[in-house]
């Protein structure tokens, strides 16, 4: 790369740096600075592909690869380790579900798109003990559900209040609608009708089912690249060894422009000019790039998505005997 090229690009970092310093959050606050492996090189391709290199020690404990959690299939991908000392005993990250897989183990359903409305997150806790706090008693009421339906005007079992109560002579009917009702199991044994408009909260007394519906809320949230999912990179003896290591991930397109500079005075036919080039590279690692050897590629290699992080099942055929 030519030197003006290095000293443009040098300045466009600064300034993007500068403009992104107050939503990038300190690396070595969230995981120690001892723990996070140093981020040595940076190479920005025009296709949107970064390649990050780090350098570091890693000790028979573990360091943190600050690899945001939209970024981590991507890293496990194309994660190459060179000039390692000693071999790595282990690279571990959290794992997670799909959302569709996720939404479905919590009843829901598995479309991404699929609204999450109120009867159908009641009806994801069918057979599930349950604690209803209602409007029309003080202490909360506890069971299982049984179902949830929707009763129309014409069901038998539309409530439509005590057979004594009565309108005044000038009052118009009231229209009827469709009603929300969950059918509960109380611990008593007995089966309570209950109008979804008389519950105030309702919660799951089976902490698996809660951990559920956070974790189909969580793998929503896993695909934005804000969250922060961290690679653990343990060593394989008892003291620190050094390694460097190198992985693609989705990076921002860095862009050029360009200025012709005429020298001053009268225009002459055999006129002198000089061609600047700048490039604006943004960093959105939420990492500060101190002492990172920056190179601006104007190439456009390709990398696919692929989901690794998140576990996969194969089908199975259903076989039930006949009788």
């Known amino acids: 790369m030519h030197p003006r090229w290095m000293v443009a690009a040098s300045c466009g970092l600064l300034l993007s740096l500068g403009c992104a310093r107050q939503q990038a959050s300190d690396t070595a ?7 996070v492996l140093p981020l040595v090189r940076v190479r920005l391709y025009a296709s949107g592909v970064g390649y990050f290199e780090r350098k570091g020690a890693v000790a028979a404990g573990s360091s943190a690869l600050p690899v945001p959690a939209a970024h981590l299939d991507d890293a496990l991908k194309t994660l190459v380790v060179f000039n390692a000392e000693r071999e790595l005993g282990s690279v571990s990250f959290p794992s997670r579900s799909s959302p569709a897989v996720a939404r479905a183990r919590a009843g829901l359903p598995a479309d991404q798109e699929a609204p999450l409305s109120y009867d159908r997150l009641l009806g994801a806790l069918r057979g599930e003990r349950v604690e209803l706090s209602l409007r029309s008693r003080a202490k909360p009421v506890r069971g299982r559900v049984i179902d949830v339906v929707a009763v129309g005007p014409e069901h038998p079992s539309y409530d439509r209040g005590p057979p004594h109560r009565s309108l005044p002579k000038d009052a118009q009917p009231l229209e009827e609608k469709e009603r929300l009702q ?41 695909t934005r690249s804000g969250q922060r ?40 036919k055999h006129q002198t000019a000089r061609l600047q080039a700048w490039a604006l590279v943004h960093n959105d690692t939420e990492e500060r790039w101190r002492g990172v050897r920056l190179e601006l590629v104007d190439g456009r290699p390709n990398s696919f998505l692929f989901p690794i992080t998140a576990p996969r099942y194969e089908r199975r055929e259903l076989v039930t005997p006949e009788e």
């Open 29 to 35: 606050a969230s995981h120690g600075a001892e723990n």
């Open 229 to 268: 999912q961290p690679l653990e990179l343990k060593g394989a003896g008892g003291s620190a060894a050094e390694v460097t290591l190198a992985y693609l991930a989705e990076a921002p397109t860095w862009r050029p422009s360009y200025r012709l500079l005429f020298d001053s005075g009268a225009p002459t």
């Open 182 to 222: 969950l059918l509960l199991l109380s611990e008593r044994g007995e089966i309570s009708r209950l109008d979804a408009s008389e519950l105030l909260a309702v919660r799951a007394l089976d902490d698996i089912v809660a951990r559920r519906l956070h974790a189909a809320l969580s793998a929503r949230l896993a």
